[in-house]
């Protein structure tokens, strides 16, 4: 097995017993890197040096005598998350060439944890999308079939980690963005709590539903991402102010005594026949585990999709308003006055979605139709939430497909927004509620990974890690990898 072949549990043993360093793991990922990024497109920039750098610190941390979680775990960072001396673009091109002057809580946390940051990945533009299609420079491709997408928005992270480009990553989930791209690259990627991990020095979308969460070769890689990032952050207002439970000892192998919830709005017209058969063919194994499998309803689920794309695009028309090229990223010098400047800096910067989503969320937010749009959403997403209360009264996790159609073909779907909204119908009411959630690899349709998504109640990580946990070490898909 070569070096950036091995999950993060693994290189860490590795690292420990002196079987190789930080840095020769570190420079195995980078050549792999050189070797992979022409055909997947993942990365947005490769900060070899910083890399290299970091990793040669963690090599001299651990001949001092340290051992801290991650110490010379090479990781790839989403491009919406602030890195300090490295650029964050958020995938625009209005942020062209911006490098910030600190860093954002959870690369602080990564970095006192040893971690080597290998740089930022590929996103759709300020996180709105889920194919990567909409990046300001590049589509990213699916390591499984290269003329295919990897999901979004945190498209890049999940074919990274697919390809062994990097040994886990960090994303961002504001309506599925992790999990459906670790459905559609076959990976593990887990949606914590809202309030569970800091979003500060996350560039917002929506600032309600935004959550950063991680991406891995495995679950347990997952709890150790986790472990790191998560806790209260005083530079948070909606940081959640709760313990963190130990996520590696929730990792057990069997089921007995969990109850597992179906909602039978997941399995409707819209999802694949081939998807639903494998989620049915995950729950006979779940059953076999020890799991207890009931039918529960979420009957409000219907609304999601228009609940979903009026809160977030109102939040994101207030959110973007910031980037007017005066006080950072990209201006349009030739503008002779200041309304000129701002006109031609936004239309030139953003891209064609982003405008698409600001003048919607503009539009619910104007006089006349706020409480006809926005307030109305507002009160659907508190019948959404109790909808997930009431669940979780019968049952410890929900299972439901992650996507509806594994992934679909490049440019299929760019040209029809409803049909590329329809790709995160599955994991829209998640973000609504603020619940926790976790896709896995469950099988295979055409060759393509299907995932399965276990959703839990709010800061109930143990839960719905201890599930894919069982089930993952019961079956083989997440040990399959594509051919490069």
Not at 223 to 229: C, M, W
Request: proline share 5%.
């Amino acid at each position: 097995m070569e070096l950036y072949e091995l999950s993060i549990h693994e290189a860490l043993e590795g690292l420990r017993s002196r079987q190789f360093s930080s840095v020769k793991l570190t420079q195995a990922v980078l050549e792999r890197i050189a070797q992979i990024e022409p055909k997947t497109q993942a990365y947005l920039c490769v900060a070899q040096e910083q890399a290299l750098s970091s990793a040669e610190e963690a090599d001299r941390r651990r001949a001092a005598g340290a051992d801290a979680t991650l110490l010379g775990i090479p990781l790839a960072i989403k491009d919406i998350i602030c890195t300090e001396g490295i650029p964050t673009t958020c995938g625009s091109r209005i942020l062209q060439g911006f490098v910030p002057p600190y860093d954002a809580t959870v690369i602080r946390k990564l970095r006192q944890a040893g971690a080597v940051i290998l740089g930022k990945t590929n996103t759709d533009e300020f996180a709105m999308g889920s194919s990567t299609e909409n990046s300001g420079y590049f589509t990213s491709h699916n390591p499984w079939d290269l003329e295919r997408v990897p999901g979004g928005s945190s498209g890049g992270s999940a074919a990274a980690v697919c390809a062994n480009e990097c040994l886990g990553a960090l994303g961002s989930d504001t309506g599925g963005s992790i999990r459906q791209p670790a459905s559609l690259c076959g990976i593990a990627g887990l949606k914590p709590t809202y309030g569970r991990v800091s979003r500060y020095g996350v560039v917002a979308y929506a600032s309600s539903l935004d959550q950063v969460g991680t991406l891995g070769k495995d679950v347990r890689d997952n709890a150790l991402l986790l472990q790191v990032i998560a806790g209260h952050d005083p530079e948070d207002s909606t940081s959640a102010d709760k313990a963190v439970p130990d996520y590696q000892a929730s990792l057990l192998p069997d089921l007995k005594g969990i109850t597992l919830g179906v909602p039978h709005e997941f399995f409707g017209e819209g999802i694949q026949t081939e998807v639903e058969q494998s989620i049915r063919q995950a729950l006979d194994v779940m059953r076999s585990l020890g799991a207890c499998i009931i039918e529960v309803s979420l009957p409000h689920t219907r609304y999601s999709l228009p609940v979903y794309y009026l809160i977030s695009t109102a939040e994101a028309s207030a959110n973007l308003a910031r980037y007017d090229g005066i006080r950072y990223g990209a201006t349009d010098e030739q503008a002779r006055e200041i309304w000129e400047a701002y006109r031609r800096t936004r239309e030139e910067g953003f891209g064609a979605e982003v405008k698409r989503r600001i003048m919607l969320g503009t539009y619910a937010l104007s006089a006349g139709y706020y409480d006809a749009y926005y307030l109305k959403a507002q009160k659907a997403r508190t019948l959404i939430k109790q909808d997930y209360d009431r669940a979780f009264q019968e049952c410890q996790a929900l299972i439901t497909p992650t996507t509806p159609t594994p992934a679909f073909r490049i440019g299929e779907k760019v040209n029809d927004p409803l049909a590329m909204y329809m790709e995160d119908i599955c994991t829209l009411s998640l973000n609504l509620s603020g619940n926790c959630g976790i896709s896995i690899p469950c099988g295979f349709v055409n060759g393509l990974p299907v995932g399965l998504q276990i959703l839990g109640n709010a800061f109930d990580e143990v839960t719905i890690l201890h599930v894919a946990h069982a089930y993952e070490q019961a079956t083989a898909w997440h040990l399959q990898k594509p051919a490069l």
